[in-house]
C-alpha cells in the first residue's frame, strides 16, 4: 500500500471509529517503515547459508536485491536522488564521490569494477560483504575491492565518500569504469 492510501484509510478508520491518536499518521508510517528496515537488515542473512563461498554471496545478494526491486519499496531514479543526494568533485587524476544516505535505510551497492579508498564521514551503519557483517562508525575509512557489492542499512544519517582515479570528468563515463553490470564484468 502506498502512503497515500494508507493514509486516507487511516483517516476513514479514526473517524469512522472515533479514535483519539497519541500520535499521527507520519509519526505512525515512519514507525511501520522503520519495522520494516530492522526486519530487512535481518532477513538477507538467510539467503546465504553458512560458510559461503564468494559464488553463494553473489547469487545471494542478487536475490536481495531482486527482492528490494520487486517490493514495489524501491525508489525510482528520481526519488533516489533526492533521498540520497550525490555530491561530484574533481582533483589530478580523481573523482570523488560524496553521497547522503538518510537513517533507517536499506540499500544494495552497485558492483565495483576496481578497488578504491572510501570514507564514512558522519554516521553508523551495518555493512554485509563477503567478508561477513560489520557495523562501522565515523570516522572509518577502508578499501572497497573490485568485485564488492554490499548490502548496507543505515543507523543514522551516514555521509559516505569513495575516490576514484580517473581522469575522465564525465559522470556517465566514469560509472561505466568504475561499476560493472554483473559479476562477470569485473
Same mark, same amino acid.
Given at each position: 500500500m502506498i502512503k497515500e492510501d494508507a493514509r486516507k484509510q487511516f483517516d476513514e478508520m479514526t473517524e469512522q471509529l472515533g479514535i483519539v491518536h497519541t500520535f499521527s499518521f507520519d509519526e505512525a508510517w515512519d514507525y511501520v517503515e522503520y519495522k520494516k528496515g530492522q526486519s530487512l537488515i535481518h532477513q538477507p542473512v538467510s539467503f546465504f547459508p553458512s560458510n559461503y563461498t564468494k559464488e553463494q554471496f553473489q547469487e545471494g545478494i542478487m536475490k536481495v536485491e531482486k527482492m528490494m526491486i520487486e517490493s514495489n519499496q524501491t525508489l525510482k531514479n528520481n526519488d533516489l536522488e533526492k533521498v540520497n543526494p550525490l555530491k561530484h568533485s574533481f582533483a589530478d587524476g580523481?573523482? $570523488?564521490?560524496?553521497?547522503?544516505? @538518510?537513517?533507517? $535505510?536499506?540499500?544494495?551497492?552497485?558492483?565495483?569494477?576496481?578497488?578504491? @579508498?572510501y570514507f564514512l564521514l558522519k554516521g553508523e551503519m551495518t555493512i554485509m560483504s563477503e567478508d561477513g557483517e560489520k557495523r562501522i562508525k565515523a570516522p572509518h575509512h577502508g578499501i572497497t575491492h573490485a568485485g564488492t557489492k554490499r548490502i548496507i542499512y543505515t543507523h543514522e544519517d551516514c555521509i559516505f565518500v569513495t575516490v576514484h582515479v580517473t581522469d575522465e570528468t564525465d559522470i556517465e563515463k566514469i560509472e561505466e569504469e568504475v561499476i560493472a553490470k554483473d559479476f562477470k564484468g569485473v
Open positions: 580523481c573523482y $570523488i564521490r560524496e553521497i547522503f544516505n @538518510p537513517k533507517n $535505510i536499506f540499500l544494495v551497492t552497485k558492483i565495483h569494477k576496481v578497488s578504491h @579508498p
